[in-house]
């Protein structure tokens, strides 16, 4: 359909994780979606006029990836001092073609639950300065390629998504979204594993995975859970806990 502009209709997870970080670091950020939006563009201008540190976006192959693009051109036509941020599969593993033939001016590479809070305190201070390592940027014309965070730490200290900013979207699909793990600890060349998590596999809890399940079932009053993760069998023994709960 060239009428389309966007992917399958899908749980946003990642923006919404990126969101939690943001609030837990003392920022108040604004959540718009296309897919539960109808009036996302007008809800962006208004956005604009309160002056943003920065607007960010994930990027996908695909429609999702052509509207990122359209809406970065009218952001930077409305008010091109605001910084546009880019992350996701696409921005992480092409940030050149990203920076060169779109409104782009940073890129968070990989994970961006600390690099994107990290960003935030250097755009909206003057005295902190900004560790280029996991970003790569366009300044005066040129581009700085940065490399792909791999995070580290432990899943159950990461804020969990906060699921009512979604929450047309989750009574739309009648189900709850769950990332329980990331990452895998095969070594596929085709997949964005390979080169994101470095075949490293992160689980969090059975107890920490219940509690969040329990926490939404109540708010939602939904029974049905849908798990993104890429790879949520693996661990048989921790699935079938979770699972016969």
Not at 66 to 72: D, F, V
Not at 97 to 123: F, K, P
Not at 184 to 204: D, E, I
Request: include cysteine; glycine fraction near 6%; proline fraction near 6%.
């Amino acid at each position: 359909n060239p009428d389309r502009k966007y992917s399958a209709f899908g749980f946003p997870l990642g923006l919404m994780q990126i969101e939690a970080s943001l609030c837990r670091a003392g920022y108040s950020p604004y959540f718009v979606d296309p897919q539960t939006h109808a009036n996302h563009e007008s809800m962006i201008m208004d956005i604009l006029s309160k002056t943003p540190v920065f607007v960010g976006m994930s990027t996908y192959l695909g429609e999702n990836l052509i509207n990122a693009k359209e809406i970065s051109a009218k952001i930077r036509a409305v008010n091109p001092a605001i910084p546009i941020v880019w992350g996701g599969p696409f921005a992480s593993s092409a940030p050149e073609i990203c920076l060169e033939q779109a409104e782009v001016d940073y890129v968070v590479m990989g994970m961006g639950e600390d690099t994107v809070v990290e960003l935030a305190d250097y755009l909206s201070t003057d005295d902190s300065t900004l560790d280029t390592t996991h970003i790569s940027f366009k300044k005066d014309g040129k581009i700085s390629l940065g490399t792909l965070y791999r995070f580290d730490g432990e899943l159950e200290n990461l804020p969990l998504p906060d699921l009512r900013l979604w929450e047309d979207g989750v009574r739309r699909m009648q189900a709850i979204p769950i990332m329980s793990s990331r990452g895998c600890p095969r070594r596929c060349n085709f997949c964005y594993n390979s080169f994101v998590t470095k075949s490293k596999y992160l689980l969090r809890s059975p107890e920490s995975v219940l509690a969040e399940m329990n926490r939404w079932a109540v708010h939602f009053d939904i029974k049905e859970f849908h798990f993104v993760d890429d790879n949520f069998l693996i661990d048989l023994k921790r699935s079938a806990v979770i699972l016969g709960a």
